[in-house]
């Protein structure tokens, strides 16, 4: 069961990008003998139709509203041939014709699961998908064991006996004393009751927001109002409108070890359609404190002046309240920043986080002198916990069960006791009276080999690398809240023995930093401010995607000449000279402009590499730059050259992989190709460029010992990866080897890094790594996959389009826009880990598997594994924009939105070099953080910052991509 509902289901949900339902759970079931109806003909049926004298379960149906009948999940057991007599007359399971035989608590009897019996499964929050189960044998021993699994009421019920509850001290205590009369809210809510969330009392929707047109009566006075809940805000109406209890399943005590020792869930309490819940708390954490927290959590609030999160608009289900622990400042900021981004989301749940000060006074109440069996048992690090559900209290060891952990087994049961507990008292009376194993007082020091031998996370999460800083590390060197400023490209270099950062941002403006003393130095503006002109920054599904740019689209750093005191700045932009006064048609050959460290133009390189396909100029945007030695057999000699990639296509003949046929000749004959070089230091003289059938140039890399390029294409239009080409160095134009990526999972890819002939993509926009190997046999050289490292932070293929990353000698830098963490690699020794994921083969057939988040995949964080350091920058570097507030919050919508046009708040733009690691954000802010001086180990002995690799995220279908013209 669980096997189909979490996998099959979902995989086609999510292949439909059908994300409306985000939580795929089912709940079984069971009604008595005495109450099911058998429908052993048609005949029957019909007269089951006529009588007046309805069901249980058809009586609940009745009083239902349509949102509750929607919201109910549940397992119907059908009568034997129902399936197919219903088939045949209406081509569906209708309910008709398939009587329930299972809806209540009490034991599931054999004869309610004989053979051909089908079983209904509802799922996802009630009809959207339903399976059918049907019963090839059972056998009283499976029975049991299926009961068991759904956490049925196959553990015997124990009467209750309340002499065994005087026997505790605590049950004897004036109610004064009790812990109801000092958590009075958090005790209603335990035990299902509904507790108001407003002292003041008013008309309100069954949900818990207020209905629409009605007034808060001002007028209203508890005095006059016989209900015996009234002083404690008790509304009446609001309470009966509700016809199940306010809250479902309730438990305490450490249950659950999950991803690691931090990850252990301590206390929770589900709403009544047991699809969420009210109260959560993820960690461990004192019971008296936890008391206290939570009691101020569910503490009603004045209406009309602790009202800021607009709770009124919310269905009282819909409202998740988590608590933590004073003195655990990670979990609460890491609780704030989740909540932060689903509220902003409008998911239709309203999360909150509660924490209580550090400096607060000891409460009265003490937790441990009252029920000191309970606080030993609960804070001894085991599995010890009780759960409260339908009015049954079980008391049990051992970790929980099933895909939420929130399940049993039986054999984990100490004591059941069946019985609507008056109080919150009352029941931890229960609780402590129960602590009896195998007839024997279970004591807080004991070890229960069955339950106790493997207290380890139950799945365990990647060994996190080393954290090289955190957002308090960070130092902020620049802040913006401007859009237009994003940043675009970043390079370090050095001058004059101190750090240099330069900044291009999406306004075409180019900045100058010294990291040294975090100065600024100068901001020039170097292309035209066209951002108004030129709206192509965007936010895809909620995150931010500058694919194009009419500011600086690249920098690459290079030393003047063969001076090492003294650099060059080379730069580029995505939109053509003189835009916007420039028509398209009459538009000039885009340029890589050369700037000295003072900013001013020295030279510029044109690009034109001829016609189009239909005659027309092609005048293609650059796309990436690299530098390298060239060797020029006229002059026989190595040339300092620059390498660039043009955004346009060149077909070519059909040469073998291998390219043991390839003529340079013919294939300069074809035409103009879309890889231009150049003499570095000449006044822009190119040489022949390269004609290959490639795709779109994405990226190019300098590999091999600086005697090979790499180049990544893509497909026009969808934009697939096509192939990966090694060119030569030694005879620039040739081709040495191919790979066709059409046989490997390869995609979005948003960067790279190389390190001899070891090369890292930075794959899925950044959230994974592709370990390639360039390994010589012979005369020609091959490139070879060795593997994937999955980082786990994008969950779905419609989210984190945007994605970089950056390299300095051994090191490579990886990040994605949806999360503030920066991964670090070290290049060469990717391809030989032993955590890389080396299945490989055509995409779509790990479409799912690479694009979504399968908790089962025991290399969904690989990639964690391989990195050798993280750094954890604040959120929009440290400075977050305003959250626009909604001035009609509904129970879909969040009171509070993040403005548009600035995505997740990640990452955006990289650098590093030697000990600086930089972040550019969307909002035009620059971090920086201090690395260990490790990092200086190999760094580049040149002034050169992003001469050996560069990648582009030029759409290949929202832009002009020319087809160059093919001569024979």
Not at 136 to 146: C, N, P, R
Not at 622 to 630: D, G, M, Q, R
Not at 934 to 948: A, K, R, V, W, Y
Request: include cysteine; charge should be negative; glycine fraction near 6%.
């Amino acid at each position: 069961m669980t096997s189909i509902c979490e996998n099959a289901i979902k995989i086609r949900r999510e292949c439909n990008h059908d994300y409306g339902i985000t939580q795929h759970l089912w709940k079984m079931e069971i009604m008595s003998e005495k109450n099911a109806t058998h429908c052993d003909d048609d005949e029957d049926d019909d007269d089951d139709d006529d009588d007046d004298d309805d069901d249980d379960d058809e009586d609940m149906d009745e009083d239902m509203d349509e949102e509750e009948r929607r919201n109910k999940r549940r397992i119907l057991v059908k009568c034997p041939d129902a399936f197919e007599r219903t088939k045949k007359r209406y081509d569906e399971f209708d309910d008709d014709y398939a009587k329930v035989l299972a809806s209540s608590d009490t034991k599931l009897s054999l004869n309610l699961l004989p053979k051909d019996t089908i079983i209904e499964v509802t799922y996802d929050y009630g009809d959207s998908t339903i399976i059918y189960l049907k019963v090839l044998h059972a056998k009283q021993k499976e029975v049991q064991k299926l009961l068991e699994y759904f956490n049925m009421e196959a553990d015997t019920l124990v009467d209750v006996d309340k002499e065994e509850w005087k026997q505790v001290p605590a049950y004897s205590l004036p109610k004064e004393q009790q812990v109801d009369y000092y958590f009075p809210n958090f005790s209603k809510i335990f035990l299902g009751h509904y507790v108001p969330l407003f002292n003041k009392k008013r008309t309100r929707t069954s949900g818990g927001g207020r209905k629409d047109g009605d007034k808060q009566d001002m007028n209203d006075d508890d005095d006059n109002d016989d209900d015996d809940d009234d002083d404690d805000g008790y509304d009446d109406k609001e309470a009966n409108s509700n016809t199940q209890k306010a809250s479902g399943a309730a438990s305490m005590g450490k249950f659950a070890c999950i991803r690691h020792e931090k990850d252990t869930p301590f206390c929770f309490i589900e709403n009544n359609c047991l699809d969420s819940d009210l109260l959560n708390c993820p960690t461990v954490m004192d019971i008296n404190e936890l008391l206290q927290v939570a009691e101020h959590a569910w503490s009603p609030k004045n209406y009309h002046k602790d009202d800021p999160d607009h709770l009124d608009y919310y269905r009282y289900s819909c409202i998740m309240r988590f608590i933590c622990a004073a003195n655990n400042t990670e979990g609460y900021e890491k609780i704030k920043e989740m909540i932060a981004k689903e509220n902003s989301m409008g998911c239709g749940a309203k999360m909150l986080v509660f924490q209580l000060d550090k400096t607060r006074k000891k409460h009265p109440f003490d937790f441990e002198k009252v029920f000191p069996k309970t606080h030993a048992m609960l804070s001894n690090g085991k599995f010890r916990w009780f759960l409260y559900k339908k009015d049954i209290l079980r008391v049990l060891v051992g970790r929980g069960a099933g895909y939420s952990h929130r399940d049993y087994e039986r054999r984990q049961v100490l004591k059941t006791w069946k019985y609507k507990f008056e109080s919150f008292h009352e029941l931890l009376c229960a609780v402590e009276a129960s602590w009896v194993y195998k007839g024997k007082e279970l004591k807080a020091d004991d070890v229960l080999v069955d339950f106790d031998a493997d207290l380890e996370p139950s799945q365990p999460g990647p060994k996190e690398p080393t954290c090289y800083g955190n957002k308090d590390d960070c130092v902020q060197i620049s802040a913006s809240d401007k859009p237009e400023k994003a940043v675009t490209a970043l390079a370090i270099t050095e001058e004059d023995g101190k750090s240099i950062l330069y900044s291009g941002h999406h306004d075409g403006t180019l900045c100058k930093y010294c990291l040294d003393d975090n100065q600024h130095l100068w901001t020039k503006q170097m292309y035209p401010n066209v951002v108004n002109d030129f709206t192509e920054s965007h936010e895809m599904w909620g995150h931010f995607h500058l694919d194009k740019t009419p500011g600086v689209a690249g920098i690459v750093i290079r030393p003047n000449g063969k001076s090492q005191k003294t650099h060059l700045i080379y730069t580029w932009t995505h939109i053509y000279p003189g835009f916007p006064d420039v028509e398209f048609k009459d538009r000039e050959p885009s340029r890589v402009k050369c700037w000295n460290s003072d900013g001013f133009l020295k030279r510029e390189y044109i690009c034109d590499v001829g016609d189009d396909e239909e005659g027309n100029r092609a005048h293609p945007t650059i796309s990436t730059v690299v530098f390298c030695e060239l060797y020029r057999e006229d002059l026989e000699r190595w040339v300092d050259s620059m390498i660039v990639g043009l955004h346009c296509v060149a077909t070519s003949i059909d040469w073998k992989n291998n390219y043991s046929d390839f003529d340079l000749e013919t294939a300069q004959e074809c035409g103009e190709g879309n890889i231009l070089p150049f003499f570095e230091h000449s006044r822009g003289e190119p040489m022949e460029t390269w004609r290959e059938d490639i795709g779109l140039v994405r990226a190019l890399a300098v590999c091999g010992r600086k005697k090979t390029v790499l180049s990544y294409g893509v497909h026009l239009g969808h934009g697939f990866p096509l192939a990966i080409v090694l060119w030569s160095c030694e005879e620039p134009g040739v081709p040495l080897c191919r790979f066709n990526c059409e046989q490997c999972r390869i995609n979005g890819v948003a960067g790279l890094s190389v390190h001899n002939s070891d090369v890292i993509l930075a794959d899925c926009y950044a959230d994974r790594i592709v370990a390639i190997s360039v390994e010589e046999y012979g005369l020609y050289p091959k490139i070879n996959v060795e593997g994937y490292g999955k980082i786990g932070n994008r969950y779905y293929i419609d989210e984190g389009f945007h994605g970089r990353m950056a390299m300095s000698g051994p090191f490579a830098a990886m990040a994605n826009e949806m999360q503030p963490t920066v991964w670090i690699f070290e290049t060469a020794k990717c391809a030989s880990n032993s955590a890389l994921d080396h299945k490989d083969g055509k995409m779509r057939a790990f479409y799912m598997k690479d694009t979504s988040y399968d908790e089962n995949d025991r290399h969904r964080f690989s990639g964690r594994e391989i990195a050798i350091g993280s750094v954890r920058f604040p959120e929009f570097g440290g400075n977050p924009p305003s959250m626009k507030k909604d001035e009609n919050p509904s129970c879909m919508i969040g009171s509070e939105s993040k403005p548009d046009d600035f995505g997740d708040g990640g990452v955006i733009a990289l650098a590093i070099r030697g000990k600086w690691l930089v972040a550019g954000f969307s909002n035009g802010t620059l971090s920086r953080v201090e690395l260990p001086k490790d990092f200086e180990i190999g760094m580049e002995t040149d002034l050169s910052c992003n001469h050996q690799a560069s990648c582009s995220s030029l759409p290949s279908d929202m832009w002009y991509a020319p087809i160059l013209d093919f001569e024979m």
